[in-house]
């Protein structure tokens, strides 16, 4: 297992979110449209092996339950046949036991949806705010300053990053680079932002 840190963003602040029409564990298809009354949106790629990803459900459970306005979405793109623990019934059983229990879990077979956002790791957050019905990036990096899965969190930068998206105001920080697992590419299915990056 590598930890990747995320530095070469493929979206920039105020760029509209990418389309996606994905299965969630409910069985339900969703698009970005279904969280059109929502102003905020957390979009996580994260799965359900890597021990990066599994310390930050609390968290993601956590802002899904405190922040009425703010939906939080989790789609797994990791290839499922060389990692079973990621397969699409194994997040539906997440969800059933209440590991995972925020607004959608979704699936990302084909794996263009992470390719399109320009994710990296699991977890990589992209945080959206509303604007006028479009998704535009607000912010991009780590949930907290846990950099490792045995470390607690002393800030909780995202949550901070929420309220002031939920606020109508800009956030002013920086980006700060998400710490995970690199996303399980099916062999071949690497975009050229993952093929260009230095190996560890």
Same mark, same amino acid.
């Given at each position: 297992m590598v930890a990747l840190d995320t530095d070469d963003y493929r979206l920039e602040r105020g760029d509209e979110a990418p389309e996606f029409e994905l299965t969630g564990t409910d069985g339900a298809e969703y698009s970005l449209a279904d969280f059109e009354d929502f102003d905020a949106l957390l979009v996580v790629f994260t799965c359900n092996h890597c021990p &990066?990803? +599994?310390? +930050?459900? $609390? %968290?993601l459970n956590h802002l899904a339950e405190t922040y009425d306005d703010l939906?939080?979405?989790?789609?797994? /793109? #990791?290839?499922? %046949?060389? &990692?079973? =623990? =990621?397969?699409?019934?194994?997040?539906q059983e997440l969800v059933d036991d209440g590991t995972v229990a925020y607004d959608a879990y979704l699936r990302d077979g084909s794996q263009d949806v992470a390719a399109a956002y320009g994710a990296v790791c699991t977890p990589d957050p992209f945080l959206f705010a509303n604007d006028g019905g479009t998704f535009r990036l607000a912010y991009h990096g780590r949930i907290d $300053?846990?950099? #490792? /899965? =045995? =470390?607690? /969190?002393? %800030? &909780?930068e995202m949550r901070e990053y929420v309220e002031t998206v939920l606020a109508g105001e800009d956030v002013d920080a920086e980006d700060k680079p998400s710490r995970g697992c690199s996303i399980k590419w099916k062999a071949g299915n690497e975009p050229e932002y993952f093929e260009a990056r230095p190996r560890s």
């Open positions: &990066y990803a +599994k310390a +930050k459900m $609390n %968290e939906a939080v979405v989790g789609i797994n /793109p #990791n290839d499922a %046949e060389e &990692y079973p =623990d =990621d397969s699409f019934d194994r997040m $300053n846990a950099l #490792n /899965p =045995d =470390d607690e /969190p002393t %800030e &909780y």
